[in-house]
């Protein structure tokens, strides 16, 4: 009877505290595919901020943010789009809707990427929040920018949902995964 009862008070004090510790996120895709190193994808998105200088228009150059419908408000054509497009493309679209327009002749614009969107990090880190992105950085550095792991993370794997997915990619923290902007990065916990 004692040995019984010693039993279920082990599986009870061991099961209790590891029950509470799950959280569901969402769907997780384990096993993927290797990812090879990359400079940042060309492709501009929404919260990516363009420098764009219009020679000898200082009222129409200035920093302008992709807006999440994914375009950018420019004073007297209105809306351009420019999520999808590269930096270049963009400079196409915003020079040939001023020339077209008849409001500049032979428009001289330059557009480059003043900062891409952040990137979020959170789960079991020391300081979870909206970091700046940086081009090159890979998970484990965006881990060490969060603060690094707490005592309850798990060593093993990382979590990543890349912008417009709704599953998470499940990667090894071994691996070094280039991170892109917006991606939203979660360290799981571990479990005993």
């Known amino acids: 009877m004692i040995n019984k009862f ?6 009870l004090m061991i099961g209790l ?20 190193p990359h400079s940042i994808a060309a492709r501009l998105q929404a919260g990516d901020q363009l420098k764009i200088i219009v020679y000898g228009e200082d009222a129409l150059s200035g920093v302008y943010q992709i807006s999440p419908a994914g375009t950018i408000s420019m ?3 209105g809306s351009v789009v420019a999520a999808g497009r590269t930096a270049n493309e963009v400079q196409r679209a915003v020079t040939n ?21 952040p990137f979020y990090v ?4 020391l ?6 992105y940086t081009e090159g950085v890979d998970a ?6 969060a603060g690094g792991l707490t005592y309850r993370a798990s060593r ?7 912008p417009g997915q709704q599953v998470w990619q499940e990667y090894s923290l071994a691996t070094p995964v280039p991170i892109e902007p917006g991606d939203v990065i979660r360290i799981p916990e571990r479990y005993y």
């Open 122 to 125: 959170f789960g079991e880190v």
């Open 17 to 36: 505290p590891l029950g509470g510790c799950f959280t569901d996120f969402g769907p997780v895709v384990s096993d993927s595919p290797p990812v090879a």
């Open 140 to 145: 484990l550095g965006a881990v060490a920018t």
């Open 156 to 162: 093993n794997s990382v979590l990543i949902r890349h």
């Open 127 to 132: 300081t979870p929040g909206r970091y700046a």
């Open 75 to 77: 004073p007297l054509v």
């Open 97 to 117: 809707a001023y020339a077209n327009g008849k409001f500049l002749q032979e428009p001289k614009i330059t557009i480059s990427v003043a900062s891409y969107a």
């Open 6 to 11: 010693l039993r279920w008070s082990i599986i």
